[in-house]
């Protein structure tokens, strides 16, 4: 099964070297204002504008290169907030964008608003202070004074389905909306690998030991930088403890007594949609003998 990842920006194709100057029109761009992303909301609502938002009233904050579609440049611009939008246009968070536009522009979206933070958060070297520059055969930042290349950030957590006969652990974060309930999440942590940081986010949140860990899919998750790796795992013994600052309840779950679930944005959805598939066909497999 392949995961289909809401937030892969894999349509866009990042092309060497970066041209110097910005178009005025011709391009794809992304009207980008602090974390939300503009929309249009025409018979077709659009993230694109073809013409640059910034004029001599309203200066760019921020212009960064995204990469082409097909043919066409597409750019994340940055303008102040409260700036005034074209007739039509509003101004919307990213995750909200979901099921407004074509999937392939959500993760635009997404693109724009992490790249634009990474441009925010990169101005002086980590190193020795200095003003960095932008770098037209990367998506990178340079120190002339001391040589540093600075990259975006990306914070790696895995994500994961654990399984027992035929029930799920699922669990609530503090930070959920009333009865919802999610698989077990966490960063990866220095000199672990992914199969360390399943075994212990697993074992630190709920108490339970895990094997058998096997690779589902992957998702960019840009708020504001994260990467979910998504596994299934089978439990391998213990009792559910809870962490209680991580988690106020966690339990086993089965097909038909799920508790309220992750919206279909998620990975996490989609490890749960997965293993309800398997179930129904396990279970009509059987029904049918
Ligand atoms: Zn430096």
Known sequence: MVHNAKFSAGSLVFKFPVPEAIPISGADFVIVSKNDVAISNGIKPTIFSSTNPANSQNPAMRVQYLGHRDA??????????GTALPADWEYSGVRELFGRIPEDELAIAALAVQIIDFDRTTQFCGFCGAKTRQLRTERAKFCSDCNQITYPRLSPAIIVLVEKEDQILLARSPGFPPGLHSVIAGFVEPGENLENAVQREVREEVGIAVKNIRYFGSEPWPFPH?????????????????DKKEIVSAGWFSCDNLPQIPSSLSISRALIDGWMERRNLLSSKSGSL
């Open 226 to 242: 994260s990467l979910m790796i998504g596994f299934l795992a089978d439990y391998a013994g213990g009792e559910i403890a809870i």
């Open 72 to 81: 066409t440049a597409c750019y994340a611009v940055e303008i102040a907030a």
